[in-house]
């Protein structure tokens, strides 16, 4: 069966510093694979998305990116946070032209303060 | 106009109770419909997609009407293990970018 890891859970950071979130998925290939965050009272917003190794749609400008090294790996980066960027970030996977089901990992809630 | 809208509520009803949510979607050239539900601090997990035809799961019965841009949610004898935010998802061609209502709170109450 297929599963989605994100990590780390929480995470407190000061303005300013680098930030990398990781996800990976196990039991399928060529997953989409998409990073999501959900801001207080907002819903999902949609930040990337990715169909294949080293290629990432980017939905929102900003200074976060994202990278994609491996077929089931999702990296999610800041050199500098911003208060704003203060949510809960969730990664999440879909077969590809399937359902349009997302399978969401358990997501990782970043303060910055 | 956002994407997708929904009434945020929260909708408080009591055990047993039939609840209805609505949602509005702006692209008339969506193709696919969800609802999801999610749990307090937890990760959204799909709930039913949303057939032209309408379906029904149980208790849950989806709605869309492509004219008015507009799907729904039926829950009837509602369970306080209900209680819950509820989202819609509206897609288009691909599904490879589903966007997301802000949800509807609702709480069963005992």
């Known amino acids: 069966s297929q599963t989605i890891h994100q990590w780390p859970a929480t995470l407190v950071q000061p303005v300013g510093s680098p930030l990398s979130l990781e996800c990976t998925v196990e039991?399928?290939?060529?997953?989409?694979l998409y990073w999501y965050r959900q801001a207080a009272g907002r819903g999902l917003q949609l930040l990337f998305y990715?169909?294949?190794?080293?290629?990432i749609s980017s939905e929102v400008p900003q200074n976060l990116s994202a990278s994609r090294p491996q077929d089931r790996q999702f990296i999610l980066s800041s050199k500098k946070l911003l208060l704003s960027d203060s949510g809960f970030y969730l990664c999440?996977?879909?077969?590809?032209?399937?359902?349009?089901?997302?399978?969401f990992g358990e997501g990782s809630r970043l303060t910055v303060l | 106009r956002k994407e997708v809208e929904q009434d945020p509520g929260p909708f408080n009803v009591p055990e047993g109770a039939t609840v209805a949510f609505n949602c509005t979607y702006s692209?008339?050239?969506?193709?696919?419909f969800f609802w999801y539900r999610q749990d307090c601090r937890k990760e959204p997990k799909l709930l039913m997609s949303?057939?032209?035809s309408g379906n029904e799961d149980g208790r849950f019965t989806a709605q869309l009407n492509r004219a008015s841009q507009y799907i729904s949610l039926l829950i009837r004898d509602s369970k306080l293990s209900d209680s819950a935010t509820y989202l819609c998802?509206?897609?288009?061609?691909?599904?490879?970018?589903?966007?997301f209502g802000t949800g509807t709170r609702l709480t069963i109450i005992p």
């Open positions: 999440a996977w879909s077969v590809r032209r399937d359902t349009g089901e997302l399978f």
């Open positions: 998802v509206v897609g288009g061609f691909g599904n490879e970018k589903l966007t």
């Open positions: 692209n008339s050239a969506s193709q696919s």
């Open positions: 990715s169909v294949g190794i080293g290629q």
């Open positions: 039991g399928t290939s060529n997953p989409n």
């Open positions: 949303v057939y032209s």
